[in-house]
């Protein structure tokens, strides 16, 4: 009998694993320090399978049309919008997450997507603007005009991503980003027409962009503050800075969700709350260079990071910054006139 | 007959991966959806639209054909001489030229336009000599003529092999009773070598233009996505303006087109050569 019990204490032993918690992680690819992953596991003993994906969009595909369980997702503000529309999301419990609670900085708390963070916790975000090479450009970059600038001939980058450029235009032009009126979209679209007969514009790319900032391929580019950041960091010489345009731009936020068909929500609340922990915010903020929405990593930004808008925004841009609301198809408008301006 | 299970696999793929995508492609084409409503409608407003938004998808057709029809041109031009004397006698022990016309194909094509827009950047290979010898830096990338350069770098090699492939297997007894009979180099070209390899130009020109007429990834690195190609407007409609009603009816319009053009191809290649069989 003794024999048996220490037999099964064995087996137990052995197989622990399989009885503890495991949970599903499903994020962007190469959006998270891997080695967090197995602290957590050593910390908690649940067991972490990690999922990655490249696009939003194959994300919300992937959730909408039951294509795996998953019990932590990280998607962008538009598509969290539209996961609380559909009721794909499980309310945070914050009781359960004293790290999330305390430690997000207060500006991360009334985002219009979801005012108080009912259905996400923010993770990583960040602004849009312009990435300029110093020694390029004649004076210091603070507003979208210089885009117009005919003096830089074929110096431009404009992002190939129809939403957020014409987005952007709306807010120089002082209407909303989200808007879909006619008038103002077609205002949006003789300006960039302009801009491209001008022969301003070098090309309408995206992933290819940082690297040619990094070589000194053009004077300015518009950019996602996560690519300039990451340009900055190659640069060797130093010349490229990051501005918020005067006025206004795009702010967006990576936050943490569990949809509502997972079946270890208390885990996925533990993983949560560890992702908010300083040390492993601190980490992760390492590993990405992404602006981080934890306090205590701002506070230990170095001098020089502090400074760089990139990483760390100040409260005064934030205010002129707009998140994008999801559109649906009500996009038409937009893809029509970004086909005219690229023809 | 009996065999004929031996083509089950085939059928099989054929339905799996062709048939279903088209027909799918088709549904898509044909139906209009709106989520505001939450309504999914049959309709032809994916093709009309095709037509119109001020002729758009018209001016970029015109362009990706203008292109695909350059490209080919200047293939045909480079690669017959090229496959000629690769085929003649005097090369054919010369085994390593036509590995060098292979070796580039062993490379994905997308790491070659990598590589060539490092060639063509404002501080890339080519800029780097020019401004070194003293020389105004070039205008390269983002050009047309970074985009036609893309293409023709790229698909010469799908040019050149049919074409040498009809050559090597003319029958030289041919020529030579055309020299015996009297005729000089030049008329043994026009009269038996080039009309012998006609079916060799044909697949040729279809290996060329089809790609070339669907690019879309060389005209947005070479061309930093200043010419945009009808492959780019279809990429886009997927991948940024989540309309694949419309994307797909482009895609249909565009396997029209080039349906239309094997036909068109088929048709000369058969008054050509009446006796060889079917090629599509």
């Known amino acids: 009998m003794k024999k048996l019990s220490i037999l099964l204490a064995l087996i137990m032993l052995l197989t622990g694993v399989a009885y503890a918690d495991s949970i599903t992680v499903y994020n962007s690819y190469d959006y998270i320090d891997e080695s967090v992953l197995d602290?957590?596991?050593?910390?908690t003993g649940i067991e972490v399978e990690y999922v990655m994906f490249t696009r939003q969009e194959e994300m919300y595909t992937q959730l909408t049309t039951g294509g795996g369980k998953y019990d932590i997702i990280f998607p962008?503000?538009?598509?969290?919008?539209r996961l609380i529309k559909d009721g794909m999301l499980s309310e945070i419990d914050y009781e359960q997450c004293p790290n999330a609670k305390e430690n997000l900085l207060d500006s991360m708390w009334n985002s219009d997507y979801d005012s108080g963070?009912?259905?996400?916790v923010p993770y990583m975000w960040g602004t849009m603007g312009i990435l300029y090479n110093t020694e390029l450009v004649k004076d210091e970059i603070y507003s979208w005009d210089s885009l117009f600038d005919p003096a830089y001939k074929r110096d431009v980058f404009m992002l190939d991503s129809m939403r957020d450029m014409m987005g952007l235009m709306l807010v120089y032009l002082g209407y909303d980003i989200n808007s879909t009126n006619e008038d103002e979209l077609a205002e949006v679209r003789d300006l960039l027409i302009e801009q491209k007969q001008n022969n301003i514009?070098?090309?309408?790319?995206?992933?290819?962009v940082k690297d040619k900032m990094v070589g000194g391929e053009a004077a300015m580019a518009v950019m996602w503050s996560g690519d300039a950041m990451y340009a900055m960091d190659l640069d060797e010489d130093g010349v490229l800075a990051y501005t918020v345009p005067e006025e206004g731009s795009n702010v967006w936020i990576d936050a943490m969700c569990i949809p509502k068909n997972s079946e270890n929500y208390e885990a996925a609340l533990k993983f949560i709350d560890f992702m908010c922990r300083p040390d492993i915010a601190q980490r992760n903020y390492d590993y990405i260079h992404y602006a981080s929405p934890i306090a205590q990593v701002v506070e230990e930004l170095s001098e020089e990071e502090a400074e760089n808008v990139a990483v760390n925004p100040t409260e005064e841009i934030l205010e002129r910054c707009y998140f994008f609301h999801d559109l649906m198809d009500q996009m038409e408008l937009y893809n029509e006139y970004w086909m005219q301006i690229r023809s | 007959m009996k065999r004929s299970y031996f083509s089950g696999p085939y059928a099989l793929w054929m339905i799996l991966f062709t048939i279903f995508p088209i027909v799918f492609v088709g549904l898509y084409a044909i139906t209009v959806r709106n989520e505001t409503a939450n309504s999914l409608y049959a309709g032809l407003k994916n093709i009309s639209e095709i037509f119109a938004n001020k002729g758009t998808y018209m001016k970029v057709l015109w362009r990706s054909i203008t292109l695909a029809?350059?490209?080919?041109?200047?293939?045909?031009?480079?690669?017959?001489?090229?496959?000629?004397f690769l085929a003649s006698k005097e090369f054919a022990k010369y085994?390593?030229?036509?590995?060098?016309?292979?070796?580039?194909m062993w490379m994905n094509f997308l790491l070659r336009t990598y590589a060539s827009m490092g060639l063509l950047e404002r501080n890339g290979i080519i800029n780097t000599i020019v401004t070194s010898l003293g020389f105004e830096r070039l205008d390269l990338i983002g050009t047309r003529g970074a985009v036609l350069y893309g293409m023709i770098y790229n698909y010469l090699p799908f040019m050149v092999l049919p074409i040498?492939?009809?050559?090597?297997k003319m029958d030289r007894r041919v020529i030579e009773a055309a020299q015996d009979l009297g005729a000089n180099p030049l008329r043994v070209f026009y009269k038996v070598t080039l009309p012998l390899s006609v079916p060799g130009i044909i697949s040729g020109i279809t290996m060329v233009f089809m790609p070339s007429v669907t690019t879309f990834a060389i005209s947005g690195l070479l061309g930093s996505g200043n010419f945009m190609l009808i492959g780019d407007v279809i990429e886009a409609q997927f991948m940024q303006a989540n309309n694949w009603n419309f994307g797909s009816a482009l895609s249909l319009f565009m396997t029209a087109l080039i349906l239309l053009s094997i036909g068109l191809l088929n048709r000369l290649d058969a008054g050509k050569n009446s006796e060889r069989s079917e090629k599509w």
Not at chain 1, 76 to 81: H, K, L, M, R, V
């Open chain 1, 39 to 43: 602290d957590f596991t050593k910390e």
């Open chain 1, 76 to 81: 962008s503000d538009y598509i969290i919008e």
């Open chain 1, 117 to 120: 963070n009912v259905y996400s």
């Open chain 1, 201 to 208: 514009v070098q090309g309408y790319l995206v992933d290819e």
């Open chain 2, 69 to 84: 029809f350059e490209c080919t041109l200047i293939c045909l031009f480079l690669g017959y001489p090229c496959a000629y």
């Open chain 2, 95 to 104: 085994k390593t030229l036509f590995v060098l016309i292979l070796l580039p």
């Open chain 2, 164 to 168: 040498h492939t009809s050559l090597k």
